[in-house]
């Protein structure tokens, strides 16, 4: 779900100097290049997504998280990134990282950085000059952004095990001022700068945060309401914090659900939403909003988060250049 936290690892600074930690400016995180194979006003470059499972306070869920199969340039094995409109920055995950490296020093390019030179407890780690290949489409990057200490160790043995690596994430950062469309039934994704005429629809007008995630205007009796698209919230229709579950019920809990997020679990309360409510154009009842109990800084950016739920049989096109919203 929502992801860039920084972890902090308190170290001295004759440390940090040791182990080759710079006190300048890093290359900026979150700047992509994209190549698809395709890019013709008639053809999109579709890239394939799979959905995985994942039990839940004692029930099963087939699309708990969307998966991106990618390619690594420089290494052999096949790797698995979650898809997380919900993370601000694509990211790797430090621990697997790690493990690859042990394997294959030269493709050691990981890099830290002292953000300021009075907070030097909290570097920055990036990889410089990743590639990446999905489907037929091919993402770049001079540097992105190291979660340490995140992610499963893998072994040599792990390595060799012929099975897709958990790698990371890809978050909004790469689809920054392109189109990203996604095809539900078809478990598929394409990035492009000019959308066919095949997928032309009505929009609706929405916004995007300063860290690029996305903002969709929800409309619920007769008052309107901000609501984050969270795809790496997959199984939610409407989640929320418990300060504001009830602007969408009222009504009795019916349903508890026994969550993981960033490696912690917790558990979140269900309710019926009240009446049919409006989002970006499209009608929605008979939905359950989730509240989450857990201690946080009051969020004024958002109401709510939406996941993949609402358009599991629809096709829908987030233009991040226009700020517009499509459903198919």
């Known amino acids: 779900m929502q992801g860039f936290q920084k972890f902090t690892t308190m170290l001295s ?10 006190c300048q400016a890093p290359r900026k995180i979150g700047q992509w290049n994209i190549q698809p194979a395709r890019p013709t006003h008639s053809a999109l470059s579709w890239a394939p ?33 979650q ?29 830290t950085h002292i953000n300021h030179l009075f907070k030097f407890w909290q570097p920055t780690t990036a990889f410089e000059d990743l590639s990446l290949t999905f489907g ?23 390595l060799n095990a012929g099975l897709p ?9 790469l689809f920054q001022n392109r189109i990203l469309v996604i095809d539900y039934p078809n478990r598929r994704f394409a990035i492009c700068d000019t959308l066919p005429a095949s997928l032309h629809t009505t929009f609706t007008k929405i916004a995007l945060l300063k860290d690029g995630r996305v903002i969709l205007p929800l409309q619920l009796a007769n008052k309107s309401y901000k609501v984050m698209f969270d795809n790496g919230c997959s199984v939610f229709s409407l989640i929320t914090g418990a300060d504001k579950v009830n602007n969408f019920s009222t009504a009795a809990p019916t349903d508890t659900l026994s969550i993981r997020s960033w ?8 309710r019926p939403v009240k009446e049919a409510f409006e989002l970006v154009g499209q ?16 969020d004024t950016d958002y109401d709510a988060i939406t996941g993949n739920a609402l358009f599991w049989d629809k096709t829908i ?6 700020k517009e919203f499509g459903v198919k």
């Not at 699309?63 to 698995?80: H, Q, R, S």
């Not at 995140?150 to 043995?157: A, L, N």
């Not at 096109?317 to 226009?322: S, V």
């Open 13 to 22: 600074a004759g440390l940090l100097l040791a182990t080759g930690t710079h």
């Open 136 to 158: 037929a489409t091919n993402a770049t990057t001079r540097s992105c952004y190291v979660m340490r200490k995140y992610g499963e160790k893998v072994s040599s043995k792990g």
């Open 283 to 298: 009608r929605f009842s008979d939905v359950t909003v989730y509240a989450d109990f857990r201690p946080s800084e009051k």
């Open 317 to 322: 096109i987030i233009d991040f250049k226009k």
């Open 83 to 111: 898809f997380d409109l919900g993370a601000t920055v694509t990211l790797l995950n430090g621990n697997t990282l790690t493990g690859i490296v042990a394997k294959h020093p030269a493709f050691n390019r990981t890099t």
């Open 49 to 81: 997504f799979t959905w995985a499972g994942m039990s839940m306070g004692g029930r099963y869920f087939e699309k708990a998280a969307m998966l991106i199969p990618a390619k690594v340039d420089g290494l052999p094995y096949d790797f698995v990134f």
């Open 165 to 173: 690596i958990n790698l990371g994430s890809i978050g909004a950062d």
């Open 263 to 270: 490696g912690i679990t917790h558990d979140v309360i269900g």
